[in-house]
């Protein structure tokens, strides 16, 4: 028969591939806007961006929603994310808008998975990933950014801020929702257990309640004495 994925994805996963897909392909349109101001590129760059673009988002994505821990796989996209865009922060010799759009797309995704400590991580990750290629490609300081970039860049920007804070809070909304589940399970599970108390030892209905399956299953003869009156 046909064996069925039963893995469960975290529900981070779906959002932040959403945002990466988009976040990419902002980023190859910022690329094009470069070469066309002012910056020329090598047939090399241009096959690392359609990699970058086209194919690395969705493959990673595949990748994690088949993996044993989804949020953990995320987590070291996240990561992979940092280090491509501290190459692309090299690679377009520090232009100062793309320079930005990069460090704040990579740190709010970052904020939304796993807080504070993956953000400095991944900061960490860019640092080393602009510097290796520095180091290889060549260092390169070009900050000004013309004028249809920067335009582009902005607008991204505060796109993508909008996109990140719809996306948590959907997220928030989601855990609460589920916390209002659980409680009134937990309160259905009290009324149960009252009522079985009326009719039940409290140990049995301690063990029932409790999922204590080892002294459920456990039992001995005992001899009853039974009297009948009329």
Not at 32 to 49: A, G, M, T
Not at 53 to 76: D, W
Not at 107 to 130: C, E, H, T, Y
């Amino acid at each position: 028969g046909k064996i069925m994925n039963t893995r469960k994805v975290h529900p981070i996963v779906k959002p932040t591939y959403i945002l990466r897909v988009i976040a990419w392909s902002f980023w190859g349109l910022a690329i094009i806007s470069l070469s066309y101001e002012n910056l020329h590129y090598s047939n090399y760059i241009w096959l690392f961006l359609f990699i970058n673009v086209i194919l690395y988002p969705h493959i990673a994505y595949l990748i994690t929603i088949r993996s044993k821990n989804s949020r953990n796989f995320e987590v070291g996209n996240q990561l992979i994310d940092a280090f491509i865009g501290g190459i692309w922060i090299s690679i377009v010799q520090f232009s100062l808008w793309p320079t930005f759009s990069i460090i704040l797309c990579v740190g709010m995704s970052n904020m939304l998975v796993k807080g504070v400590r993956l953000m400095l991580s991944g900061l960490l990750i860019m640092l080393i990933g602009a510097v290796l290629c520095a180091f290889f490609y060549g260092a390169t300081f070009l900050p000004i950014t013309g004028t249809i970039t920067s335009l582009l860049c902005a607008s991204f920007c505060f796109t993508y801020a909008i996109l990140v804070a719809n996306t948590a809070y959907r997220y928030a909304m989601s855990a609460a929702h589920a916390k209002r589940q659980i409680r009134s399970k937990n309160s259905q599970l009290s009324n149960i257990a009252h009522k079985l108390s009326e009719y039940l030892p409290k140990q049995l209905v301690n063990n029932i309640m409790g999922d204590n399956e080892a002294a459920i299953a456990s039992h001995r003869r005992e001899k009853l004495t039974l009297f009948f009156s009329d």
